[in-house]
């Protein structure tokens, strides 16, 4: 799946779990995958191409907590937090 990035703000591709199976969203868009591994292999690649057009990208995961965790950045990484 190709995603198109709108304006210069960070591209952020989430990976969440849907069911039985996995979806990444980006943009208010979902795509399914089988496994998480799928998922997360085209929310990395699709990132990877995002940094590659000029655009800061991350991927992120939802945690068995609801918590949101940075697992791929490409380009400026703002973590850690200053502070």
């Keep these: 799946m190709q995603w ?4 210069m703000a960070r591209a952020q ?9 996995w979806k990444v ?3 208010d868009k979902d795509v399914s995958y ?3 591994a799928a ?7 699709a990132a990877h191409a995002a ?6 990208a991350q991927v992120l995961v939802q945690g068995r907590d609801g918590k949101w965790q940075t697992e791929w950045t490409y ?3 703002p973590y850690p937090p200053k502070g």
């Design 39 to 45: 998922a997360m292999k085209a929310a990395v690649d």
């Design 34 to 36: 089988a496994t998480q």
């Design 25 to 27: 969203r980006h943009n």
């Design 13 to 21: 591709y989430f990976v969440l779990k849907d069911g039985a199976a």
């Design 51 to 56: 940094g590659k057009a000029g655009h800061d």
């Design 4 to 7: 198109k990035e709108t304006g």
């Design 75 to 77: 380009g400026n990484d």
